[in-house]
């Protein structure tokens, strides 16, 4: 018995174990020695493993009691067939076998921890007219597609008196998917496509490479473990384009990586696994990205990973920032083109051709607003998040039921006075051509200085009216208390001067620095009572906090990207908003009417007298009021501020059987916000048609050979600002904050440093 060893080799188990069932791999056999013996496994009483001489030259597997011969189950060929039957030299095994060793021979398995590898080609080797005998309760697993054949070795000698078994060191069981399976004789279009099937294969297998040699005609790469002989080599035959696998060490003594991340999960890796995902939906968040990489491949990435990669694919899907201002002539040319009447003009720096200015409105909103929309303008801006930064500048109407109606875009490289005098310069050319019969305008901003000079210098006839939501953000930073606040909306609201007075006047019982913030503002710029326009009930411009789902979203692409989403969220507005309104069956929007049965069901309690055909006098629970509907005015003021009667003029207006939808304003109305969005803004070709569809067209403003540079200015390291600081309060002095334990100033008493 000491002349015959057993050969165990690498990567093949054999697990001896509590039930452990033998079974046998592909087409195993078991070779036997000159005289051709068959190989048994039978009970023996001398030996816990032994060997006898086989009856009937069977290989069998003796049952404890019946000594049949146990089939297993078929097993598959390598080459693709299986086998339903067992041939004279296989071993089979039955299934369902439970393990109980004899108290004289037993081999306590549960304590066994060791697994015997073995490679194929290697043997049993066993002495002629002998066979491998176990325990009747034992059996011997073997690992389905191992090879068990006989022949002569020495790795692992078995005596007769007990199992010797050499512990070997467990390796990472590396099972290549079926798309990562790296073979010889493989090729590869060139070096970059074998390398990527390289990578692909060591992030699947979860073992990291290094590259020893790579140039047009070789490629070497090995494991980056120390000591892992893991290599593999491709080369390309000269005169032959396509590179082949030449030779692979596939066997890994590593445990493969062990940390979360992976030296070849490059930024490149990240965009080529997700680029299917972000070409269905570019909004596909680098935070989702990061999830699926963990969950399909077990890699953690940083976000700084999964977003440059985000970028790297949607700068192949949408363009490059560069050729987005390098398109902006042929863009221009294209939105005139599309849709005629429109204004589309870039500018650039004349010493060095930098992007500088870019004003964009469509005919459609051009037609809107100068016909049936109210007269009311609102002023802003935001800050883009594109590789080249810039501010968007908005200017924006109303319809008749209160919703934003954009009417112009202008991009700038920076905000400033002159950037701010330029835009309303065009905006004044936009709607002196096209407002002839329009009332005066209303415009609402906030107080930046470049905003009130431009206003002032191109439409002197206009009110100017600031945004209330500006001018309280700042009241707000500057006292922070919000009953201060509320008071301050309440002021704005009011439609007498003396409930202003009164409103003022509480604010100054609270804080005397509050009131004398307020009062050095004029409030006939702000608050209703003394505004001498017509702001129909608007005191803020609202444009950034309306558009925000949008407009954020659109603010960091590339600027010709950036305006196509503007015009299809344009488009989609006017289609979306024409169809509603063809469903409407009252007179005036929803909106309105619903004001006005507000004021119904309460003149209906009001009693009026009338002076003569035009003059009534009102009187209510609240006083008596004063109206006339010749001139339309309340002394309430409240109809000529909202262009709707108020319950005063409703009962006036009742009580001579007047229709009181003939005294409102014509804005209000459904026919005219049909005719507010009675205009379609058409859809731009792609820019791959540009060339073809501008053959033979001649457009002017912008010349076709008009090359913009990208401007200067680049967006800084980090993640962008998300809340922007306001021109109001860029200047603004902070207040002096008094340590009340060491009674100095520029500090609070948490952050004091004075000694006690």
């Known amino acids: 018995m000491a002349n015959h060893d057993l050969v165990l080799g690498q990567n093949h188990d054999l697990a001896l174990g509590q039930r452990q069932d033998l079974g046998l791999g592909h087409n195993h056999d078991l070779d036997l020695g000159q005289n051709h013996h068959d190989l048994g496994l039978m009970h023996t009483h001398d030996h816990g493993l032994g060997i006898g001489h086989a009856h009937d030259h069977e290989l069998a597997l003796r049952h404890a009691h019946e000594h049949e011969l146990a089939l297993g189950r078929a097993t598959k060929h390598e080459h693709g067939h299986a086998h339903d039957h067992y041939h004279d030299n296989e071993l089979g095994l039955g299934q369902n076998h439970n393990p109980h060793p004899d108290h004289d021979h037993a081999l306590d398995l549960a304590s066994q921890n060791h697994e015997l590898d073995m490679a194929e080609g290697h043997e049993l080797a066993v002495g002629e007219n002998h066979e491998l005998g176990i325990d009747q309760n034992l059996e011997l697993a073997v690992d389905q597609g191992q090879e068990m054949s006989v022949q002569p070795a020495q790795d692992m000698v078995i005596s007769q008196p007990q199992l010797v078994i050499t512990p070997v060191l467990q390796s990472r069981a590396l099972v290549p998917a079926p798309n990562h399976e790296l073979s010889v004789g493989q090729e590869f279009p060139d070096v970059k496509s074998c390398r990527r099937a390289l990578r692909d294969a060591a992030i699947a297998l979860h073992f990291e490479i290094q590259t020893v040699k790579s140039d047009k005609s070789r490629f070497t790469a090995k494991c980056a473990s120390e000591g892992c002989p893991w290599r593999i080599h491709a080369a390309k035959l000269p005169g032959v384009p396509a590179f082949t696998i030449r030779t692979i060490h596939e066997s890994h003594s590593c445990g493969g990586i062990t940390h979360l991340g992976h030296q070849q999960a490059s930024v490149q890796w990240v965009a080529n696994s997700v680029e299917e995902r972000l070409r269905e939906n570019p909004h596909?968040?680098?935070?989702?990205?990061?999830?699926?990489?963990?969950?399909?491949?077990?890699?953690?990435?940083?976000?700084?990973?999964?977003?440059?990669?985000?970028?790297?694919?949607?700068?192949?899907?949408?363009?490059?920032?560069?050729?987005?201002?390098?398109?902006?002539?042929?863009?221009?040319?294209?939105?005139?083109?599309?849709?005629?009447?429109?204004?589309?003009?870039?500018?650039?720096?004349?010493?060095?051709?930098?992007?500088?200015?870019?004003?964009?409105?469509?005919?459609?909103?051009?037609?809107?607003?100068?016909?049936?929309?109210?007269?009311?303008?609102?002023?802003?801006?935001?800050?883009?998040?594109?590789?080249?930064?810039?501010?968007?500048?908005?200017?924006?109407?109303?319809?008749?039921?209160?919703?934003?109606?954009?009417?112009?875009?202008?991009?700038?490289?920076?905000?400033?006075?002159?950037?701010?005098?330029?835009?309303?310069?065009?905006?004044?050319?936009?709607?002196?051509?096209?407002?002839?019969?329009?009332?005066?305008?209303?415009?609402?901003?906030?107080?930046?200085?470049?905003?009130?000079?431009?206003?002032?210098?191109?439409?002197?006839?206009?009110?100017?009216?600031?945004?209330?939501?500006?001018?309280?953000?700042?009241?707000?930073?500057?006292?922070?208390?919000?009953?201060?606040?509320?008071?301050?909306?309440?002021?704005?609201?009011?439609?007498?001067?003396?409930?202003?007075?009164?409103?003022?006047?509480?604010?100054?019982?609270?804080?005397?620095?509050?009131?004398?913030?307020?009062?050095?503002?004029?409030?006939?710029?702000?608050a209703t009572a003394y505004f001498e326009g017509t702001r129909l009930g608007h005191l803020t411009a609202n444009i950034i906090e309306a558009l925000n789902n949008w407009i954020l979203e659109a603010s960091g692409l590339p600027i010709v990207q950036m305006m196509e989403s503007i015009r299809r969220q344009l488009m989609t507005f006017f289609n979306e908003r024409r169809e509603t309104s063809m469903q409407w069956t009252t007179i005036l929007v929803p909106s309105a009417e619903a004001r006005v049965q507000e004021a119904v069901e309460r003149a209906r309690h009001y009693q009026v007298l009338r002076a003569n055909e035009a003059e009534f006098e009102v009187i209510s629970h609240e006083g008596t009021t004063t109206v006339d509907i010749r001139s339309r005015c309340c002394l309430c003021r409240g109809w000529q501020l909202y262009g709707l009667p108020c319950s005063h003029a409703v009962a006036a207006l009742h009580f001579c059987r007047q229709n009181v939808h003939r005294f409102t304003e014509s804005c209000f109305t459904v026919a005219a916000y049909r005719k507010t969005y009675s205009q379609t803004i058409h859809p731009v070709p792609d820019k791959s048609l540009w060339n073809e569809l501008s053959e033979g067209t001649q457009n002017g403003g912008n010349k076709p050979d008009m090359i913009i540079n990208p401007p200067k200015s680049l967006r800084p390291p980090g993640r962008p600002r998300k809340k922007r600081v306001r021109a109001e309060d860029r200047g603004r002095v902070k207040r002096i904050v008094h340590c009340s334990r060491c009674n100095q100033t520029g500090h609070f008493r948490t952050t004091c440093a004075a000694p006690i």
């Open 284 to 526: 596909y968040k680098p935070k989702e990205i990061l999830e699926e990489i963990h969950r399909v491949h077990g890699i953690t990435l940083s976000y700084k990973q999964a977003w440059r990669g985000k970028e790297r694919i949607m700068a192949a899907v949408r363009g490059s920032f560069e050729e987005g201002y390098r398109l902006l002539p042929e863009y221009c040319d294209q939105v005139k083109r599309t849709n005629p009447g429109s204004i589309a003009s870039v500018y650039g720096n004349p010493t060095d051709n930098c992007f500088q200015r870019l004003f964009i409105s469509f005919h459609a909103s051009i037609y809107g607003f100068a016909n049936a929309c109210r007269p009311l303008l609102g002023l802003d801006r935001t800050l883009l998040k594109s590789k080249y930064l810039g501010t968007l500048l908005f200017a924006t109407g109303f319809d008749g039921d209160g919703a934003l109606f954009p009417l112009a875009f202008g991009v700038v490289d920076e905000e400033n006075d002159e950037n701010w005098m330029w835009f309303l310069s065009e905006l004044h050319n936009l709607l002196d051509l096209n407002t002839e019969n329009m009332p005066r305008l209303t415009i609402l901003s906030d107080r930046q200085k470049g905003i009130v000079d431009g206003v002032e210098a191109n439409f002197p006839t206009a009110f100017h009216g600031f945004c209330m939501r500006h001018l309280s953000e700042s009241f707000r930073k500057e006292f922070n208390n919000s009953m201060l606040v509320g008071l301050l909306w309440e002021a704005a609201h009011a439609l007498q001067v003396l409930d202003f007075e009164a409103k003022i006047l509480e604010i100054e019982e609270i804080s005397q620095d509050a009131a004398y913030w307020i009062r050095r503002i004029p409030p006939r710029l702000w």
